[in-house]
């Protein structure tokens, strides 16, 4: 009867936990704790504001503004620098990092730090939004939420997702404008689950909001036009403001970037003192202005209701300009949505008033509110949204057709100036550069279980006695076995749950089936690598039977997912091949560890072995480096490499020749030798497992493997290695005295360099021609970068440097003719800047000088 009730509950607990009934549970609590952020955080500006505000009329305002703005900025600044450095700048392009599985931190305590010192930003009078913290905490708070109640992880982004949008939704009173904003900028994904969860999340904040909050941009209740008309003759006034906002916003947006880009590179200053001197600045500029600029959403206020005149807009408009990107440049965890609005709003106000001079038609105010719309496009790049969030916040029809011409003019001449939004911008200033997934489902998505599980499953027998059990695993790699009964599968047995049952004393003839947990998780071979993972997570397992009703059919683990997501970031999707096991260590030896780290060198061709040694042992000597030598031997699929007999007497041999040659070099040489499935995975296991540096392997320079580019395992290794690469054809000269460097300033053509004084040890007298290709049409070659190279060479290699700058159309056929004509013995390259293995998929230029060319080769990827 208990285990019946156990089983029963079991199943409840399945059904209640499906994938997007939870998430419809997860997007509410989100919005609700999102809008609660939202609202203290917009209670606590609105506080801190007013006392400074009051403070600056009882004392003299150019010592209480400064002062305060100081002491607010030192603050913030220091709570960022000490506890959550990811809380400085708006945050929102962190988050669509996140969402676009960009591995960055966000969490609780990222969230807690964003919401004081925002607050101690924008209560100090610093001109930034707090929409770009709410966005921040409420995604950061839907992580936190995901990581308590584990998902998968498109799941997890849906969630991350949704709070983003609960975060925007609760800043602007605006929850159409927030589900808009994740689909067409955050996410990028309409999918029904995506949706759902942000419209729910965006609802449930801006309620909360509205019902709790100040209400500081809820413009309908006392500021919205009711008496706003459209004619045709307007058009043309709306099309110049459309204009004008596209050019100012692709300036606003470049002037940012340029401030942060002073601030990193000139002011050599800490955060808080960053952000100290901000606020003093600021607090003295606002000094000098009238009263009304003071409050930052009143300023707002004055050009919407009409109580402005040209001269104030175009003084807010200049000084609001300014203030913010030299603000937002020192690091001040602020938003910059609403800035742009102030921005959007005295731009639209001087048309306004331009028009209304002319022709007398529509007052100021109304090209105020559209104007608002059109800077917001401009900047963001969000057309759709930003339509919608100006009339969620008027509720004024009349608006509807004037804002849908200058957002879409707006966001067409900023798109074709640069396509680029702000946050694609201050991404890319981080080194992060996002492309669009060419699916909006994915690859775990499209394929099944079937497509990847392991046919060959060992298992157990519901009647093996408990000792019978432990013997199981002490002589398998596996740490979990299904159980079967009569052939069905009737339970999972792990590790885990024989270390638990070992303190109970159990007796030995004890069988399985007296102590299994019964209705096991399983899957079938048509469910999704999504679901799979889903599952995976959600039980915290390692691995899934798959059956076929009950029938045990193969087993998925993690690892399997993983190759699948490796093999389509490298753009073969097509090879989804079978999981070898783990490789075995069967010989090790090792020297001193004295380097300053370690060069693995793969061995397998003794005819190519002692050159790749003596490069390796010349690249360890300059560099301090250990060597870690490694032979591996094959055994077939179908044998397991830990119970397999190998013959180790040419390995052993192999490995002599690298001892010997550390002992005339004096450099510590380990070895060591594996028995796998494969040659790749043995290489990177190796290179986890003992910290590996730098990787040289020698190539032959062809390969027969339809869709590889070099080969198999050189293929995997260039991907996956989290260390640099250096790749080698030799040819039969074996000579190393006329050395060929293209260069290109990428990150791969420095490491060249960098690699290039200790090979060049290898020759008495080397001779080296740095090669720079220019296209035909440059008139003027800039020949910096060559010129600086060769300095550098010359003061390490003892030799000869030479500079040759070339133009030529095609680099690949230049760098082919200089070899050639300076009868250079090696090539040197760097690999281009983006991925090795991708770029040699459509046209490598390295990869292709490498086939074409008799001379010895060697390609460098970081």
């Known amino acids: 009867m208990l285990i019946k009730s156990k089983i029963l509950w079991l199943r409840l607990l399945r059904q209640m936990l499906r994938p997007k009934r939870l998430a419809f549970v997860e997007a509410c609590v989100i919005g609700l704790v999102s809008g609660l952020a939202a609202v203290l955080l917009g209670q606590a500006v609105d506080w801190a504001g007013a006392l400074r505000v009051h403070l600056s009329y009882l004392w003299p305002a150019y010592f209480v503004l400064p002062a305060i703005g100081l002491l607010g900025g030192i603050l913030a600044g220091w709570l960022v620098e000490r506890f959550a450095p990811e809380a400085s700048g708006s945050g929102m392009s962190e988050v669509k990092a996140v969402l676009a599985r960009v591995p960055m931190p966000l969490n609780l305590r990222i969230a807690l730090v964003k919401l004081v010192s925002a607050t101690l930003v924008l209560g100090s009078g610093m001109p930034l939004g707090r929409e770009g913290p ?38 602007f009173n605006a929850p159409i404008a927030g589900v808009l904003f994740v689909v067409e900028e955050l996410l990028q994904d309409v999918s029904g689950i995506t949706l759902g969860t942000a419209i729910l999340a965006s609802f449930i904040a801006a309620v909360i909001s509205r019902l709790y909050g100040s209400h500081s941009l809820d413009l309908n209740l006392n500021l919205a036009v009711t008496h706003t ?27 940012v970037i340029a401030s942060l880009a002073v601030n990193r590179r000139v ?21 000098l202005l009238p009263i009304t600029f003071r409050n930052n959403a009143g300023l707002r206020e004055i050009l919407l209701v009409g109580s402005a005149n040209w001269l104030f807009a175009a003084i807010a408009f200049l000084v609001q300009f300014t203030l913010i990107i030299f603000t937002y440049g020192s690091g001040a965890p602020g938003g910059l949505l609403v800035p742009t609005l102030v921005l959007g709003a005295a731009l639209g106000y001087l048309v306004g008033a331009t028009e209304q001079s002319l022709l007398g038609m529509s ?124 052939g069905k599968v009737v339970s999972i047995v792990t590790q885990k749950d024989l270390v638990n049952l070992g303190s109970q004393h159990l007796a030995t003839d004890t069988v399985i089936s007296e102590i299994m947990t019964p209705e096991p998780v399983t899957v079938s071979p048509t469910a999704t690598l999504a679901y799979v993972l889903h599952l ?98 094959l055994v077939p699929p179908n044998r397991i490499p830990s119970q397999t007999p190998v013959e180790t007497a040419k390995s052993l041999c192999l490995l ?143 030799g000869k440097v030479v500079a040759t700058p070339v133009q030529a159309h095609s680099i690949a056929d230049a760098v082919l003719k200089c070899a050639q004509q300076d009868n250079s013995d090696v090539i040197i390259l760097g690999a281009s800047r983006e991925s090795l293995l991708q770029q040699a998929i459509q046209g490598n230029i390295p990869e292709h000088i490498s086939r074409k060319s008799d001379c010895t080769v060697i390609m460098v990827k970081t």
């Not at 970031?569 to 001193?592: F, R």
């Not at 060198?601 to 390796?616: C, F, I, N």
């Not at 990150?747 to 021609?769: D, G, R, V, W």
């Open 267 to 287: 002011i050599k200053l800490s955060l808080p003192w960053r952000l100290g001197i901000v606020g003093l600045v600021t607090g003295v500029v606002i000094a």
């Open 656 to 798: 002599q020749q690298a001892i010997l040659l550390g002992e005339d070099w004096r450099i510590p040489v380990h070895t060591q030798i594996r028995v796998a499935h494969n040659v790749a995975a043995p290489i990177l296991e190796t290179v986890k497992e003992r910290h590996i540096d730098l990787v040289l392997m020698g190539w032959k320079g062809t390969t027969a493997t339809p869709g590889r580019v070099f080969s198999r395992v050189v293929d995997t290794v260039i991907r996956q290695a989290p260390c640099h690469v250096v790749l080698a054809k030799l040819n039969d000269k074996r000579v190393f005295e006329r050395w060929l460097l293209p260069i290109a300033g990428g990150p791969n053509s420095k490491q060249a360099i960098k690699l290039l004084p200790a090979l060049a040890s290898l020759s008495t007298s080397p001779q080296i021609n740095l090669c720079q290709v220019f296209q035909s049409n440059e008139s003027i070659a800039d020949t910096t970068l060559l010129e600086k190279s060769v300095r550098f060479l010359q003061r390490r290699v003892k």
């Open 363 to 486: 007052a100021a105010t109304t090209y105020a509110h559209v104007g608002m719309a059109a800077f917001f496009s401009a900047v963001s790049k969000v057309p759709i949204t930003a339509v919608i969030i100006v009339f969620e916040m008027t509720t004024d029809f009349n608006l509807v057709l004037p804002l849908m011409i200058v957002s879409v003019v707006a966001y067409l001449v900023a798109e074709k100036i640069d396509p680029r939004s702000l946050y694609d911008l201050l991404l890319e200033w981080k080194g992060i550069h996002i492309t669009k997934e060419p699916s909006k489902e994915g690859l775990l998505a499209q394929l099944t279980a079937a497509d990847v599980m392991q046919q060959r499953v060992e298992t157990l027998s519901s009647q093996m006695s408990i000792d019978e059990a432990v013997q199981a695993f002490s002589q398998s790699h596996h740490r979990n076995f299904p159980v079967l009964h009569q």
């Open 134 to 171: 709410t966005v921040q905490i409420g995604a950061a708070l839907a992580n936190q939420l995901s990581n308590w109640v584990p998902t998968s992880p498109e799941h997890r982004r849906q969630l991350i997702a949704a709070g983003a949008g609960a975060g925007l939704a609760a800043a």
């Open 536 to 633: 995976l997570n959600r039980y915290n397992l390692s691995c899934l039977p798959v059956t076929e009703g009950r029938k045990l059919i193969g087993i998925i683990t993690r690892s399997d997912i993983i190759r699948v997501e490796a093999e389509r970031l490298s753009g073969n999707t097509q090879q989804v091949e079978p999981k070898s096991a783990p490789s075995d260590v069967i010989h090790q030896t090792h020297a001193p560890a004295t380097g300053k780290g370690r060069l693995l060198v793969p061995l397998s061709h003794p005819q190519t072995a002692k050159t790749l040694l003596t490069m390796a042992a010349a690249i360890a000597k300059e560099r301090n480096y250990e060597i870690e030598c490694l032979q591996v031997i």
């Open 229 to 255: 008309t459209f004619f045709a003759p307007e058009i043309p006034f709306y099309l110049i403001l459309g204009v004008l906002a596209g050019l100012l916003g692709i300036l606003f947006n470049q002037g």
